[in-house]
C-alpha cells in the first residue's frame, strides 16, 4: 500500500489576483489555477482513498478557520477540509475560487492553519504531508516569530512549496521588472523560509511550463516468480546447481484508461413507467451537459442457442445450466465433465531451469516475444546473491545468453525464457524475454531482396526490384546523415543519444488523462491541444533533416519513386489471355465450343470464359443476365441458408467484372432486381439473411466512387445497402 | 458453427462502423485445401525392404496419406476454421459428397473417391484417416487402384464441384495434387485438352492447383508431358498476399536418409503464405521519401482453442453459441447501440466526451511507418521489448520501386548493425507507438529452403511509462574465482549449433491440450504423458557439467562462508550489535544441491527448522521467520501463526 498522504494547497485570492499581468490573457488567479487543478485532479484521478486533499482561501472576503478567533487570522477561509476529493468537490471548488475584493489576510498565517488542519487530520500518524502556497506575494506577510514556524515545520516533517506568480528565479531564469517593493520583500522572506525549512520555492511559470512533461506512475514491483534457478535437477542429481531467485517485471506496457458505457438513467423518476422514461431521455441530454452524473452503466446479458430444426428459426434458447463447458475440436464439440475439468491441463512444478546457452550473436533480436523482466537474488540471501552474481558475470564474459524453462507456479503452463545478464556499477540482474515455441513461428516464405530468381530458375543480381549501386550509395549515405545517436544534448550540452526511451511519454495514456482532468474542471471549454512533448517524436528532427537533405535528394533521384494512380489498381479491360506454364493456349480449346450457356454447376468459370472471348456488349449483356438468373435460382432453392454463400461469391464476380469492364450499370440492374425478389419475397420466403449477406460483404450499387461511369452517388448506394424497398 | 460466429461477429462491426471501407471484409479470408492423392499400382508399391532403421517402408500413397493426416492434425490446433477434405483419385471404388460407394452418384465421377469432404475437419474425419494409416486391413479394403486410368479432366472437376459448394466464398482454396504419373492420357489428345480446360475452370474460380510430383527409382518426373498445361503461374489473385516464390514444389522421393513423408511435409510447408496481411501503410523513409509496404505477424503466441459450453440434451452434443445483449444496470432493460454513450470514470462519477472528441483526442495522424533516426543496434537494449514484433515486407501496389528502396534500406542496416527508429500508426484509430525497426536476414537451410524470410522486424519499444523500476537487492559480488569456475560449467552446454532454434521446442501446454483433446473427441483412452522437450537433458548435463558445478559449489561454499566473515569483523569493529550467526556456518556440506538455497539472513534452513520441529519449537520462531521457510516450499504463506506452524510441521511429518 503507498503512504498515506494529506496535502492543503493555500490559494492566494485576493483582489490583487484577479489582474492581468505580463501579457497574459489570464487573470493571475487563473493562470496559477492552471497548476492548482492539475495537481488536485492528478490526484482524484489516483481513486485513492488515502490521498487527502485540502484547499486553504488566502484573503478571502469571509474568514472561516479553526483559529479565527485571533484577528491575526482574518480573511483566511478553509474551502476544502481535509479529505478525498470527489467531483461533487471539485465543483463545489470551481464555484467557491474566484478572486475576492480585499487584499487583507496573511499568507504566514495561513501557513499556520495550514499546519494545523495537518496536525489535526494526521496526529501522529504515518502520513506524507505537504503544503503548498501559491501567491503572487503582495498582500502584507508578517514575518516575526517565523522560527516557531520553521521548527514546528521541520518537527511534523512537512514539505513546504511556495509557488509565485511572477516571482524572481534566477535558476530557472526569470525576472520581473519594476516590482513591487512589498513584493520585493515577501519574495526574499519567503525563499528564506523555505530554504529553512528544506521544502521547494520556484516561480508559477516554470510550475505551469513543467505540466507538460508527464508525470510516470511507479508501480511498487511485485514479484511474477519466487523460486529456484537450476542448472541440472537438484531433485535427483547431486550435481545440480540451484539459486534462490525472484522475477519482477522490467516493462509492462501503462494502459491507457479505457471509457465505460453507459446510458442515461431511467430510473430518476420511480413514479414513471418505464416506458414513459424513455420518452424522456431526451431530458437526459440536459443533465449531461450540466455534468451530473445521469448515466446507469451498461451490463453484458448472455444468452446461449443451439441448433434446433424443429424451432421457430431453426435455433432455439437453452438455459446455461444445463449446459457443459467443453472446447471444439475441429467441429466437433468436446464436453468435459465438471470433475474432469483439469484433465486438459499439464502438470507441472515451479522452477526456472536452465536448458543450455547460446552465443549473444547468434540470438536475432526479433526472437522476442514479450515484455521483459529481471531476475534477482532472493532478497537478504546473500549467499544466492554471491551465487547469481558469478552466474551474470560468467554469461558476461562469454557474450552469451541462457535458455531457461520457467514455470511461474505449480500447474502454470511452461515457458522458454532468454535469460540476458546485466552489470551496472551497483545493480546485477539477469534480464529476462520470452522465446517463441515450435507452434508460435509461421513459416511463411517471401522472396529474396538481394537477388530475384526467375520462374527458369535463373538467379539475377539485376532487375527493377533490385537497387543499382546508386541507389545503395544513396541510401547509405542518407542513413548515415540521420544517426540519431549523438544527436541529443545532455545536461551540460554534451553529445548524447536523441530520444531515449526514458525521454518519450505514451502519447495517448496521457491525452486522454489530460483531457479528463481538463473537462473534469472546465465541462463547457474546448480540450486544449496535445502537450508538446506527446507529439515531438512523430517527426525527424528538424536541423538533422537539414543536414541530410542532399542525400535524401540523392536517395529521391535513384529510386525513381512513382505513387500507383489509383484508377490503374487492379484495371485489365484488355488483360492479357491467361496462360498455364506451358503456353498453351486453352482460349482455343475453349474457343471451338463458344460459350453460350453458363451452367449453374459452373457459372463463374463459364462466366469468366464468356467475358474474356467477346467486345460485345450485347454478349456481356446476356452473360450478366444469366448470371442473374442463376444467382436467384441458388438463393430460390437453398435450403435454409445453404446456397447464400454461392450467391454471394457469383454477385461478388459479376461486380468485379463489370467494374473492370467498366459497365457498372450492367451489374446495378442485376443488383436492383435481386433486392426487389429478395424483399418481396419471390424467392422462396423470408430471404432477409441474404440481403444481410449482401450487405455485410459490401456488394451493393457500383457507385461513382468506385466506378466513373456509374450514374450512381455514393450516398444512394449507401442508402440502397439498408433492408427497405424504397432505398 | 464457426460460420455462424463469424457472422455475428461481422454484423456488429457492421453497425459498429458502417462508414468505414473494410478492405479485408470482401471475401473471408479462410483456406481451403483438398487433397487429391493418386491411387495406382505404383503409388501403392511400397520400397524395397531394407535394414536401414530409417527406411521408407510406406507406399507413396501411405506417405501421403499421413502427410495429410499431419496436416489435418496440426490444422485443427494452428486453424481451427480452416477447411481440409481428401480425394482419392483412380480407386475402384467411387464415392462423392453425401453418398455411400453404393449409390449412383459415383457415375458422375468414376474413380473418384472423397474419403473425407471438405469442410473443417470433424473428429471422425481425424479418426476416420488415422484408422487409414494405421490399420492396414483398412487401408487394403480402400486402396485398390482402377482397372481403367481416371480421366483428370473429371478429377478436376470433381475438385470444383467439392470447393464451389463446400468453400464458394473462401478466398485461399488450393488443390494439393499428390501423384507420380507425369503423363496421364499419353496417348489420348481429346482428354489431354479436356483436362486443360476443367484446369482452366479452376483457375477462373480461382482455385490455385498445387503439385506435389513423386518420383520413382528410376523415373523422374517431367512437368512438362502434362502438367504444365494444367497449373498456372500462382500471380497474386489476392492483392494482401507478398508476391509468391515462384519456385513449384520440388520432387519429392525418398533416400537421402529422409522419408517421402518428410520429404511431401516439407514441400507442402514451402507452400504457406501468409493469406492476410497485418497492415498496408505507406513507409516514410524521409520526407518526400515514401514507399509502401505491408505488415505480417510470423511470431504470435498460439494458444489453445478458448473454451466454450456444450449442449447435451440432443442427439449429439451440440456448441451453444452465445450472444450477448447489453442491458441497463438500474432498470435491467434492453439497450440499443445507439443510446450508449462512453465516458470515463473519475472522481466517484463520470467524464463523458461527444464520439467526435474522443476521435479528436485519440487522433494522432493517419496511419503511417515514419523513420524519425536511425541508430546502431547496440543502443537497442535487450529489455527494451513489450510484445511479439510484426514482419513488413516492401509492395509494390501503392508506390512502384517500393521494393528497390526497401532492399537499399534493408541492406544498409542489415550491413552496418543499424534500425531504424520510427513513429508507427498501425491503423486508423490505432495507438502510435515508437518501434524500432530492425534487419532480419534470409537465413536458408542447408537445402536452400528459406527458413526466415529478409525484411525489417517492428518491435515496439516501450515508452518512459512503461519501463519499471528495478527492485532493490543486496549485491554480493562473486569473486573471479567463482566466476571462472560458472564460466566452465556454461560452456559445457551450449545448445546445439550454438542457436536457439524454435522448432526444437514444441509447446508442451498446447501439445498436451491437443492430446487430450483429442482422445475425448475419439472417446479413446488417455494418452501418456508425452516426451517434453522443453524439459532440460538433465542425464547429459550431469554428464556434461557435474563436476564442475560441483567444484563451484565448493567455491561458493568457502567464498560466502569468508563473506560472512569478513562481514562479521566489519560490524564489530563498527561497534555494531552482535550479527545471529550462521547456525551452518562451520565444514561445507557435502551435498551441493541446496546451495544458496532457503536461508536468507534473517531466515531458517531446513536444518535448524528440523531441530526446531523435534524439540516441539516451531512455535518459537516468529512469522516472518515461518513464511520465509514456507514460501521457500511453496506452501501457502496465509493465516494466523498457528496456522503457519501447523502448516510447518505437516511438512516434516509427511517426509
Given at each position: 500500500?503507498?503512504?498515506?498522504?494529506?496535502?492543503?494547497y493555500?490559494?492566494?485570492?485576493?483582489?490583487?489576483?484577479?489582474?492581468?499581468?505580463h501579457?497574459?490573457?489570464?487573470?493571475?488567479?487563473?493562470?496559477a489555477?492552471?497548476?492548482?487543478?492539475?495537481?488536485?485532479?492528478?490526484?482524484?484521478?489516483?481513486?485513492?482513498?488515502?490521498?487527502?486533499?485540502?484547499?486553504?482561501?488566502?484573503?478571502?472576503?469571509?474568514?472561516?478557520?479553526?483559529l479565527q478567533?485571533?484577528e491575526?487570522?482574518?480573511?483566511?477561509?478553509v474551502?476544502?477540509p481535509?479529505?478525498q476529493?470527489l467531483?461533487?468537490?471539485l465543483?463545489?471548488?470551481r464555484?467557491?475560487?474566484?478572486?475576492?475584493s480585499t487584499d487583507?489576510?496573511?499568507?504566514?498565517?495561513a501557513?499556520?492553519?495550514?499546519?494545523?488542519?495537518?496536525?489535526?487530520?494526521?496526529?501522529?500518524?504515518?502520513?506524507?504531508?505537504?503544503v503548498i502556497?501559491?501567491?503572487?506575494?503582495?498582500?502584507?506577510?508578517?514575518?516575526?516569530?517565523?522560527?516557531g514556524?520553521?521548527?514546528?515545520?521541520?518537527?511534523?516533517?512537512?514539505?513546504?512549496?511556495v509557488?509565485?506568480?511572477?516571482f524572481?528565479d534566477?535558476e530557472?531564469?526569470?525576472?520581473?521588472?519594476?516590482?513591487?517593493?512589498?513584493?520585493a520583500e515577501?519574495?526574499?522572506?519567503?525563499?528564506?523560509?523555505?530554504e529553512?525549512?528544506?521544502?521547494?520555492y520556484?516561480?508559477?511559470?516554470q510550475?505551469?511550463?513543467e505540466?507538460?512533461?508527464?508525470?510516470?506512475?511507479?508501480?511498487?514491483?511485485?514479484?511474477?516468480?519466487?523460486g529456484?534457478?537450476?542448472l541440472?535437477?537438484?531433485e535427483n542429481?547431486?550435481?545440480?546447481?540451484?539459486?534462490?531467485?525472484?522475477?519482477?517485471?522490467?516493462?509492462?506496457?501503462?494502459?491507457a484508461?479505457?471509457?465505460?458505457?453507459?446510458?442515461?438513467?431511467?430510473?430518476l423518476?420511480?413514479?414513471?413507467s418505464?416506458?414513459?422514461?424513455?420518452?424522456?431521455?431526451?431530458?437526459?441530454?440536459?443533465?449531461?451537459?450540466?455534468n451530473?452524473?445521469?448515466?446507469?452503466?451498461?451490463?453484458?446479458a448472455?444468452?446461449?442457442?443451439?441448433?434446433?430444426?424443429?424451432?421457430?428459426?431453426?435455433?432455439?434458447?437453452?438455459?446455461?445450466?444445463?449446459?457443459?463447458?467443453?472446447?471444439?475440436?475441429?467441429?466437433?464439440?468436446?464436453?468435459?465433465?465438471?470433475s474432469?475439468?483439469?484433465?486438459?491441463?499439464?502438470?507441472?512444478?515451479s522452477?526456472?531451469?536452465?536448458?543450455?546457452?547460446?552465443p549473444?550473436?547468434?540470438?536475432?533480436r526479433?526472437m522476442?516475444?514479450?515484455?521483459s523482466?529481471?531476475v534477482?537474488?532472493?532478497r537478504?540471501?546473500?549467499?544466492?546473491?554471491?551465487?547469481?552474481?558469478?552466474?551474470?558475470?560468467?554469461l558476461?564474459?562469454?557474450?552469451?545468453y541462457?535458455?531457461?524453462r520457467l514455470v511461474?507456479?505449480?500447474?502454470?503452463?511452461?515457458t522458454?525464457?532468454?535469460?540476458?545478464?546485466s552489470?551496472e556499477?551497483?545493480?546485477?540482474?539477469?534480464?529476462d524475454?520470452?522465446l517463441?515455441?515450435?507452434?508460435?513461428?509461421?513459416?511463411?516464405?517471401?522472396?529474396?531482396?538481394?537477388?530475384?530468381?526467375t520462374?527458369?530458375?535463373k538467379?539475377?543480381?539485376?532487375?527493377?526490384?533490385?537497387p543499382?549501386?546508386?541507389?545503395?550509395?544513396?541510401?547509405?549515405?542518407?542513413?548515415?546523415?540521420?544517426d540519431?545517436s549523438?544527436?541529443?544534448?545532455d545536461?551540460?550540452?554534451?553529445?548524447?543519444e536523441?530520444?531515449?526511451?526514458?525521454d518519450?511519454?505514451?502519447p495517448?495514456?496521457?491525452?486522454?488523462?489530460?483531457?479528463?482532468?481538463?473537462r473534469?474542471?472546465?465541462?463547457?471549454?474546448p480540450?486544449?491541444p496535445?502537450?508538446?512533448?506527446?507529439?515531438?517524436?512523430?517527426n525527424?528532427?528538424?536541423?538533422?533533416?537539414?543536414?541530410?537533405?542532399?542525400y535524401?535528394?540523392?536517395?529521391l533521384k535513384?529510386a525513381?519513386v512513382?505513387?500507383v494512380?489509383p484508377?490503374?489498381?487492379?484495371?485489365?479491360?484488355?488483360?492479357?489471355?491467361?496462360?498455364p506454364?506451358?503456353g498453351?493456349?486453352?482460349e482455343?480449346?475453349?474457343?471451338?465450343?463458344?460459350r453460350?450457356?453458363i451452367s449453374?454447376?459452373?457459372?463463374?468459370?463459364?462466366?469468366?470464359?464468356?467475358?474474356?472471348?467477346?467486345?460485345?456488349?450485347?454478349?456481356?449483356k446476356?452473360?450478366?443476365?444469366?448470371?442473374?438468373?442463376?444467382?436467384?435460382s441458388?438463393?430460390?432453392?437453398?435450403?435454409?441458408?445453404s446456397?447464400?454463400?454461392?450467391?454471394?461469391e457469383?454477385?461478388?464476380?459479376?461486380?468485379?467484372?463489370?467494374?473492370?469492364?467498366?459497365?457498372?450499370?450492367v451489374?446495378?440492374?442485376?443488383?436492383?432486381?435481386?433486392k426487389?425478389k429478395i424483399l418481396?419475397?419471390?424467392?422462396?420466403?423470408?430471404r432477409?439473411?441474404m440481403?444481410?449477406?449482401?450487405?455485410?460483404n459490401?456488394?451493393?450499387?457500383?457507385?461513382?466512387?468506385?466506378s466513373p461511369?456509374?450514374?450512381?452517388?455514393?450516398?444512394?448506394?449507401?442508402?440502397?445497402?439498408?433492408?427497405k424497398?424504397s432505398? | 458453427?464457426?460460420?455462424?460466429d463469424?457472422?455475428?461477429?461481422?454484423?456488429?462491426?457492421?453497425e459498429?462502423?458502417?462508414?468505414?471501407i473494410?478492405?479485408?471484409?470482401?471475401?473471408?479470408?479462410?483456406?481451403?485445401?483438398l487433397?487429391a492423392?493418386?491411387?495406382s499400382?505404383?503409388?501403392?508399391?511400397?520400397?524395397?525392404?531394407?535394414?536401414d532403421?530409417?527406411?521408407?517402408?510406406d507406399?507413396a500413397t501411405?506417405a501421403?496419406?499421413?502427410c495429410?493426416?499431419?496436416?489435418?492434425?496440426?490444422r485443427?490446433i494452428?486453424?481451427?476454421?480452416?477447411?481440409?477434405?481428401?480425394?482419392?483419385?483412380g480407386t475402384?471404388?467411387s464415392k462423392?459428397?453425401?453418398e455411400?460407394?453404393?449409390?449412383?452418384g459415383g457415375?458422375?465421377?468414376?474413380?473418384?473417391?472423397?474419403?473425407?469432404?471438405?469442410?473443417?475437419p470433424?473428429?471422425t474425419?481425424?479418426k476416420r484417416?488415422?484408422?487409414?494409416?494405421?490399420?492396414?486391413e483398412?487401408?487394403?479394403?480402400?486402396?485398390?487402384?482402377?482397372?481403367?486410368?481416371?480421366s483428370?479432366a473429371n478429377v478436376?472437376f470433381?475438385?470444383?464441384?467439392?470447393?464451389?459448394?463446400?468453400?464458394p466464398?473462401f478466398?485461399?482454396?488450393r488443390?494439393?495434387?499428390?501423384t507420380?504419373?507425369?503423363?496421364?492420357?499419353?496417348n489420348?489428345k481429346?482428354?489431354?485438352?479436356?483436362?486443360?480446360?476443367?484446369?482452366?475452370?479452376?483457375?477462373?474460380?480461382?482455385?490455385?492447383?498445387e503439385?506435389?510430383?513423386?518420383s520413382?527409382?528410376?523415373?523422374?518426373?517431367?512437368?512438362?508431358k502434362?502438367y504444365d498445361?494444367?497449373?498456372?503461374r500462382?500471380?497474386?489473385?489476392?492483392p494482401?498476399?507478398?508476391?509468391?516464390?515462384t519456385q513449384?514444389?520440388?520432387t519429392?522421393?525418398s533416400g537421402?536418409?529422409i522419408?517421402?513423408?518428410?520429404?511431401?511435409?516439407?514441400?507442402?510447408?514451402s507452400?504457406?503464405a501468409?493469406?492476410?496481411?497485418?497492415?498496408?501503410?505507406?513507409?516514410?523513409?524521409?520526407p518526400?521519401?515514401?514507399i509502401?509496404?505491408?505488415?505480417?505477424?510470423?511470431?504470435?503466441?498460439?494458444?489453445?482453442?478458448?473454451?466454450?459450453?456444450?449442449?447435451?440434451?440432443?442427439?449429439?452434443?451440440?456448441?451453444?453459441?452465445?450472444?450477448?445483449?447489453?442491458?441497463?444496470?438500474d432498470?435491467?432493460?434492453?439497450?440499443?447501440?445507439?443510446?450508449?454513450?462512453?465516458?470515463?470514470r473519475?472522481?466517484?462519477?463520470?467524464?463523458?466526451?461527444?464520439?467526435e472528441?474522443?476521435?479528436s483526442?485519440?487522433h494522432?495522424?493517419?496511419?503511417v511507418?515514419?523513420?524519425?533516426g536511425?541508430?546502431?543496434?547496440s543502443?537497442?537494449?535487450?529489455w527494451?521489448?513489450?510484445?511479439?514484433?510484426?514482419?513488413?515486407?516492401?509492395?509494390?501496389t501503392?508506390?512502384i520501386?517500393?521494393?528497390?528502396?526497401?532492399?537499399?534500406?534493408?541492406?544498409?542496416?542489415?550491413?552496418?548493425s543499424?534500425?531504424?527508429?520510427?513513429?508507427?500508426?498501425?491503423?486508423?484509430?490505432?495507438?502510435?507507438?515508437?518501434?524500432?525497426?530492425?534487419?532480419?536476414?534470409?537465413?536458408?537451410?542447408d537445402?536452400?529452403?528459406?527458413?526466415?524470410?529478409?525484411?525489417?522486424?517492428?518491435l515496439?519499444?516501450?515508452f518512459?511509462?512503461?519501463?519499471?523500476?528495478t527492485?532493490?537487492?543486496t549485491?554480493?559480488?562473486?569473486?573471479?574465482?567463482?566466476?571462472?569456475?560458472?564460466r566452465?560449467?556454461?560452456?559445457?552446454?551450449?545448445?546445439?549449433?550454438a542457436?536457439?532454434?524454435?522448432?526444437?521446442?514444441?509447446n508442451?501446454a498446447?501439445?498436451?491440450f491437443?492430446?487430450?483433446?483429442?482422445?475425448l473427441?475419439?472417446?479413446?483412452?488417455?494418452p501418456?504423458?508425452?516426451?517434453?522437450?522443453?524439459?532440460?537433458?538433465?542425464?547429459?548435463?550431469?554428464?556434461?557439467?557435474?563436476?564442475?558445478?560441483?567444484?563451484w559449489?565448493?567455491?561458493?561454499?568457502k567464498?560466502?562462508?569468508?563473506?560472512?566473515?569478513s562481514?562479521?569483523?566489519n560490524?564489530?569493529?563498527?561497534?555494531?550489535?552482535r550479527?545471529?550467526?550462521?547456525p551452518e556456518?562451520?565444514?561445507?556440506?557435502?551435498?551441493?544441491?541446496?546451495v544458496a538455497?532457503?536461508?536468507?539472513a534473517?531466515?531458517?534452513?531446513?536444518?535448524e527448522?528440523r531441530?526446531?520441529?523435534?524439540?516441539?519449537?516451531?512455535?518459537?520462531?516468529t512469522?516472518?521467520?515461518?513464511k520465509?521457510?514456507?514460501?521457500?516450499?511453496?506452501?501457502?504463506?496465509a493465516?494466523?501463526?498457528?496456522?503457519?506452524?501447523?502448516?510447518?510441521?505437516?511438512?516434516?511429518?509427511?517426509?
Amino acid at each position: 500500500m503507498a503512504d498515506k498522504e494529506a496535502t492543503v494547497y493555500i490559494v492566494d485570492v485576493g483582489a490583487s489576483m484577479s489582474e492581468k499581468n505580463h501579457g497574459r490573457e489570464e487573470t493571475d488567479l487563473a493562470w496559477a489555477m492552471n497548476y492548482v487543478w492539475d495537481k488536485i485532479t492528478t490526484t482524484v484521478a489516483t481513486g485513492r482513498k488515502t490521498t487527502y486533499v485540502g484547499v486553504l482561501g488566502l484573503r478571502t472576503d469571509e474568514t472561516n478557520n479553526e483559529l479565527q478567533e485571533d484577528e491575526n487570522y482574518q480573511h483566511i477561509s478553509v474551502i476544502q477540509p481535509l479529505s478525498q476529493i470527489l467531483m461533487p468537490d471539485l465543483r463545489k471548488l470551481r464555484d467557491e475560487i474566484r478572486p475576492s475584493s480585499t487584499d487583507e489576510g496573511d499568507a504566514v498565517s495561513a501557513l499556520i492553519v495550514a499546519i494545523q488542519m495537518i496536525a489535526t487530520h494526521c496526529r501522529k500518524l504515518k502520513y506524507k504531508r505537504k503544503v503548498i502556497l501559491v501567491t503572487n506575494g503582495r498582500g502584507h506577510m508578517d514575518f516575526e516569530d517565523i522560527s516557531g514556524i520553521i521548527s514546528k515545520i521541520k518537527e511534523d516533517d512537512i514539505e513546504l512549496v511556495v509557488l509565485g506568480v511572477d516571482f524572481d528565479d534566477a535558476e530557472y531564469g526569470f525576472k520581473e521588472e519594476g516590482k513591487d517593493p512589498v513584493k520585493a520583500e515577501n519574495e526574499v522572506a519567503l525563499q528564506s523560509l523555505v530554504e529553512e525549512c528544506g521544502g521547494a520555492y520556484g516561480t508559477m511559470e516554470q510550475a505551469i511550463n513543467e505540466l507538460g512533461i508527464p508525470r510516470i506512475k511507479n508501480t511498487r514491483p511485485v514479484p511474477s516468480f519466487r523460486g529456484a534457478l537450476t542448472l541440472g535437477d537438484p531433485e535427483n542429481y547431486d550435481s545440480a546447481m540451484s539459486i534462490d531467485v525472484e522475477r519482477y517485471p522490467r516493462t509492462m506496457v501503462a494502459k491507457a484508461p479505457t471509457a465505460s458505457s453507459f446510458v442515461v438513467r431511467t430510473d430518476l423518476a420511480p413514479q414513471e413507467s418505464s416506458t414513459q422514461s424513455s420518452h424522456t431521455l431526451p431530458n437526459g441530454d440536459v443533465e449531461m451537459a450540466d455534468n451530473q452524473d445521469g448515466l446507469a452503466a451498461v451490463k453484458n446479458a448472455r444468452t446461449y442457442q443451439v441448433v434446433d430444426e424443429e424451432a421457430p428459426g431453426g435455433k432455439r434458447d437453452v438455459e446455461l445450466e444445463d449446459l457443459a463447458k467443453g472446447y471444439e475440436y475441429g467441429r466437433t464439440a468436446v464436453a468435459i465433465s465438471e470433475s474432469e475439468h483439469n484433465v486438459t491441463k499439464l502438470e507441472t512444478h515451479s522452477g526456472l531451469d536452465i536448458v543450455g546457452f547460446v552465443p549473444r550473436d547468434k540470438y536475432d533480436r526479433y526472437m522476442n516475444m514479450s515484455r521483459s523482466n529481471v531476475v534477482v537474488a532472493q532478497r537478504t540471501n546473500e549467499k544466492a546473491s554471491m551465487a547469481l552474481s558469478s552466474f551474470i558475470h560468467a554469461l558476461y564474459e562469454l557474450d552469451s545468453y541462457a535458455v531457461a524453462r520457467l514455470v511461474a507456479k505449480d500447474g502454470k503452463d511452461p515457458t522458454l525464457l532468454l535469460l540476458a545478464p546485466s552489470i551496472e556499477p551497483d545493480y546485477e540482474c539477469l534480464l529476462d524475454v520470452e522465446l517463441p515455441f515450435a507452434e508460435d513461428v509461421r513459416q511463411y516464405r517471401f522472396p529474396p531482396l538481394d537477388r530475384v530468381i526467375t520462374v527458369s530458375g535463373k538467379k539475377l543480381i539485376e532487375h527493377r526490384n533490385l537497387p543499382t549501386d546508386d541507389l545503395m550509395k544513396a541510401m547509405s549515405d542518407y542513413v548515415d546523415h540521420m544517426d540519431l545517436s549523438t544527436f541529443g544534448k545532455d545536461d551540460e550540452g554534451n553529445p548524447t543519444e536523441y530520444m531515449p526511451m526514458e525521454d518519450t511519454f505514451s502519447p495517448v495514456l496521457h491525452r486522454i488523462n489530460q483531457a479528463i482532468r481538463w473537462r473534469a474542471v472546465h465541462p463547457t471549454e474546448p480540450i486544449p491541444p496535445p502537450y508538446e512533448i506527446l507529439t515531438r517524436y512523430s517527426n525527424p528532427p528538424e536541423e538533422l533533416l537539414q543536414q541530410a537533405q542532399p542525400y535524401l535528394n540523392a536517395v529521391l533521384k535513384a529510386a525513381d519513386v512513382k505513387k500507383v494512380p489509383p484508377k490503374q489498381k487492379g484495371r485489365k479491360r484488355h488483360r492479357e489471355a491467361e496462360k498455364p506454364l506451358s503456353g498453351l493456349n486453352v482460349e482455343e480449346l475453349l474457343g471451338r465450343e463458344k460459350r453460350q450457356k453458363i451452367s449453374a454447376e459452373n457459372a463463374i468459370p463459364e462466366f469468366k470464359q464468356m467475358l474474356a472471348t467477346t467486345e460485345d456488349i450485347g454478349t456481356i449483356k446476356d452473360a450478366a443476365k444469366q448470371m442473374g438468373s442463376i444467382i436467384q435460382s441458388y438463393i430460390r432453392h437453398s435450403v435454409g441458408d445453404s446456397g447464400y454463400k454461392r450467391a454471394v461469391e457469383a454477385i461478388r464476380v459479376v461486380r468485379e467484372e463489370m467494374t473492370e469492364l467498366e459497365e457498372p450499370g450492367v451489374f446495378n440492374e442485376l443488383i436492383r432486381d435481386l433486392k426487389t425478389k429478395i424483399l418481396g419475397e419471390e424467392l422462396g420466403g423470408d430471404r432477409k439473411e441474404m440481403w444481410w449477406l449482401v450487405r455485410a460483404n459490401r456488394l451493393g450499387l457500383i457507385d461513382k466512387r468506385i466506378s466513373p461511369l456509374s450514374e450512381v452517388e455514393e450516398d444512394e448506394a449507401k442508402a440502397f445497402l439498408t433492408a427497405k424497398l424504397s432505398g | 458453427m464457426a460460420d455462424s460466429d463469424d457472422k455475428d461477429k461481422r454484423r456488429d462491426d457492421d453497425e459498429d462502423e458502417d462508414e468505414e471501407i473494410d478492405e479485408s471484409g470482401y471475401k473471408t479470408v479462410k483456406d481451403a485445401v483438398l487433397f487429391a492423392i493418386d491411387v495406382s499400382s505404383s503409388m501403392l508399391e511400397r520400397p524395397p525392404p531394407s535394414d536401414d532403421k530409417k527406411a521408407d517402408r510406406d507406399s507413396a500413397t501411405l506417405a501421403a496419406l499421413k502427410c495429410a493426416y499431419q496436416l489435418m492434425q496440426q490444422r485443427i490446433i494452428s486453424n481451427p476454421n480452416d477447411m481440409m477434405g481428401i480425394l482419392l483419385i483412380g480407386t475402384e471404388k467411387s464415392k462423392f459428397q453425401g453418398e455411400d460407394e453404393n449409390s449412383r452418384g459415383g457415375l458422375a465421377y468414376p474413380h473418384c473417391y472423397l474419403l473425407a469432404d471438405l469442410d473443417v475437419p470433424s473428429a471422425t474425419d481425424v479418426k476416420r484417416l488415422r484408422d487409414l494409416v494405421e490399420d492396414e486391413e483398412e487401408a487394403e479394403k480402400l486402396l485398390v487402384p482402377s482397372k481403367e486410368p481416371v480421366s483428370m479432366a473429371n478429377v478436376l472437376f470433381c475438385a470444383n464441384q467439392i470447393f464451389t459448394t463446400k468453400a464458394p466464398n473462401f478466398s485461399s482454396r488450393r488443390l494439393f495434387l499428390v501423384t507420380d504419373n507425369d503423363n496421364p492420357h499419353a496417348n489420348d489428345k481429346a482428354l489431354r485438352s479436356a483436362a486443360a480446360v476443367r484446369a482452366r475452370d479452376l483457375y477462373d474460380l480461382g482455385v490455385i492447383i498445387e503439385l506435389f510430383p513423386i518420383s520413382r527409382p528410376g523415373h523422374g518426373f517431367d512437368r512438362a508431358k502434362f502438367y504444365d498445361d494444367i497449373v498456372y503461374r500462382t500471380t497474386a489473385s489476392d492483392p494482401d498476399a507478398p508476391a509468391p516464390l515462384t519456385q513449384a514444389a520440388k520432387t519429392s522421393s525418398s533416400g537421402d536418409g529422409i522419408t517421402l513423408l518428410q520429404s511431401l511435409l516439407s514441400a507442402i510447408h514451402s507452400k504457406a503464405a501468409p493469406r492476410r496481411a497485418l497492415f498496408s501503410l505507406p513507409f516514410e523513409i524521409g520526407p518526400g521519401l515514401k514507399i509502401s509496404v505491408k505488415g505480417y505477424i510470423l511470431l504470435k503466441r498460439q494458444e489453445p482453442v478458448r473454451s466454450c459450453y456444450v449442449w447435451l440434451s440432443g442427439e449429439t452434443a451440440q456448441i451453444a453459441v452465445g450472444s450477448s445483449t447489453q442491458i441497463a444496470e438500474d432498470t435491467a432493460r434492453a439497450v440499443e447501440k445507439t443510446e450508449i454513450r462512453k465516458a470515463y470514470r473519475f472522481g466517484g462519477e463520470t467524464i463523458s466526451f461527444t464520439k467526435e472528441e474522443i476521435a479528436s483526442i485519440r487522433h494522432f495522424g493517419d496511419p503511417v511507418i515514419r523513420i524519425i533516426g536511425f541508430k546502431p543496434m547496440s543502443m537497442l537494449p535487450i529489455w527494451a521489448s513489450t510484445r511479439a514484433p510484426m514482419f513488413m515486407y516492401p509492395t509494390e501496389t501503392d508506390y512502384i520501386s517500393s521494393t528497390r528502396v526497401f532492399a537499399a534500406l534493408h541492406a544498409k542496416l542489415l550491413a552496418d548493425s543499424k534500425m531504424a527508429v520510427a513513429w508507427f500508426i498501425a491503423r486508423r484509430n490505432a495507438s502510435p507507438v515508437l518501434a524500432a525497426l530492425v534487419p532480419g536476414g534470409e537465413k536458408l537451410s542447408d537445402s536452400g529452403d528459406q527458413l526466415m524470410p529478409p525484411g525489417l522486424w517492428i518491435l515496439p519499444l516501450p515508452f518512459a511509462d512503461d519501463i519499471r523500476q528495478t527492485p532493490e537487492t543486496t549485491l554480493v559480488r562473486a569473486p573471479d574465482t567463482l566466476i571462472d569456475l560458472m564460466r566452465t560449467v556454461m560452456q559445457q552446454l551450449q545448445l546445439p549449433k550454438a542457436v536457439y532454434d524454435p522448432a526444437r521446442y514444441p509447446n508442451p501446454a498446447l501439445q498436451w491440450f491437443y492430446r487430450i483433446l483429442q482422445a475425448l473427441a475419439l472417446r479413446e483412452e488417455l494418452p501418456e504423458m508425452p516426451e517434453d522437450k522443453t524439459v532440460p537433458k538433465y542425464r547429459q548435463i550431469d554428464k556434461r557439467a557435474g563436476g564442475y558445478v560441483v567444484e563451484w559449489g565448493t567455491e561458493l561454499e568457502k567464498e560466502y562462508q569468508a563473506h560472512v566473515g569478513s562481514q562479521r569483523r566489519n560490524k564489530q569493529g563498527a561497534g555494531a550489535k552482535r550479527v545471529s550467526v550462521d547456525p551452518e556456518a562451520g565444514p561445507p556440506s557435502k551435498k551441493v544441491r541446496t546451495v544458496a538455497q532457503g536461508k536468507g539472513a534473517e531466515g531458517v534452513g531446513d536444518e535448524e527448522m528440523r531441530r526446531n520441529f523435534e524439540k516441539g519449537a516451531v512455535g518459537k520462531l516468529t512469522v516472518p521467520v515461518l513464511k520465509d521457510w514456507l514460501g521457500g516450499k511453496h506452501l501457502p504463506v496465509a493465516g494466523k501463526k498457528a496456522d503457519l506452524v501447523e502448516r510447518v510441521e505437516g511438512w516434516f511429518e509427511n517426509r
